[in-house]
């Protein structure tokens, strides 16, 4: 922060966004935030060997629900989409829009230091930045990435906690006739975790056709000191704060999955 501050920001004027650009975007998330849930998990049981474990889901399990609700779904969204948002785009959108977004999802994405968050931390901080980008107010992001942290660190948990031990440890066991008695046992909380996945699914494929349909109304405008091709990737990215920055991350990345 205190070498961002030495850099100027650019006075943008303030717009509003309305409900339904909002929930569009916020569905656009969901997609994108499991298929990078899904690609960090793979990569790290291949780079691991199948011996690395979310660490994040072991702190969030073992947490109790207004310390999960103080950290990670309020002070998170509100410090992170401060930082990765407001005082990097402000200072880098003069340079290009669409640089200052990328560097602000991959600065968001290594900021988590664990491969698990790494992929989709950059899908959303991409559609997080371009909130914040068209509107400039910060108030649109934060309240996305709370709703986003709110699904994964409260209300996902609770659903699955609502099958019950037996039932979860019948269905990594892979018996049909185990999971089949855990499920009859388990009664309202099967049917609430129905819902739930099939609700999650219908909103994951909305967010496919959104991202596909709507592609074309992604509205980038040119910057007064637009970084030209030949210059935007070894300027903005192979400097050497950028590159200082992600060694960093990417050795506590690789000393986390190795330990």
């Not at 109790?64 to 401060?82: G, Q, Y």
């Not at 049917?191 to 959104?210: D, E, H, R």
């Not at 400097?239 to 060694?247: E, I, L």
């Amino acid at each position: 922060l205190v070498v961002l501050t030495a850099g100027p920001r650019l006075p943008t004027r303030r717009f509003s966004m309305g409900a339904g650009e909002f929930v569009r975007l916020l569905v656009v998330c969901v997609p994108l935030m499991y298929a990078g849930s899904i690609i960090g998990s793979v990569l790290a049981a291949l780079l691991s060997g199948g011996t690395a474990s979310n660490g994040l889901d072991d702190l969030l399990l073992g947490s109790d629900t207004p310390t999960v609700m103080l950290f990670v779904v309020i002070l998170a969204p509100i410090f992170e989409e401060w930082m990765f948002r407001k005082q990097i785009i402000d200072r880098l959108r003069a340079y290009g829009e669409r640089t200052a977004i990328l560097i602000s999802a991959l600065a968001f994405a290594l900021f988590h230091l664990n491969i698990y968050q790494f992929f989709y931390a950059f899908g959303l901080g991409l559609v997080f930045g371009y909130a914040y980008m068209r509107t400039s107010r910060l108030r649109y992001s934060v309240a996305m990435h709370m709703i986003i942290n709110l699904n994964g660190s409260v209300i996902a948990p609770w659903v699955l906690s609502l099958l019950g031990k037996d039932t979860l440890d019948a269905i990594d066991s892979g018996s049909i006739q185990a999971v089949e008695s855990a499920v009859a046992s388990a009664g309202v909380g099967v049917a609430i975790y129905l819902v739930y996945a099939f609700a999650l699914m219908a909103v994951i494929i909305l967010g496919v056709v959104i991202l596909v349909r709507d592609r074309r109304r992604i509205e980038f405008y040119v910057a007064p000191y637009e970084l030209g091709r030949g210059v935007r990737a070894r300027t903005a990215f192979l400097n050497p704060g950028m590159v200082v920055y992600a060694v960093l991350c990417l050795s506590v990345m690789v000393i986390t999955m190795i330990m």
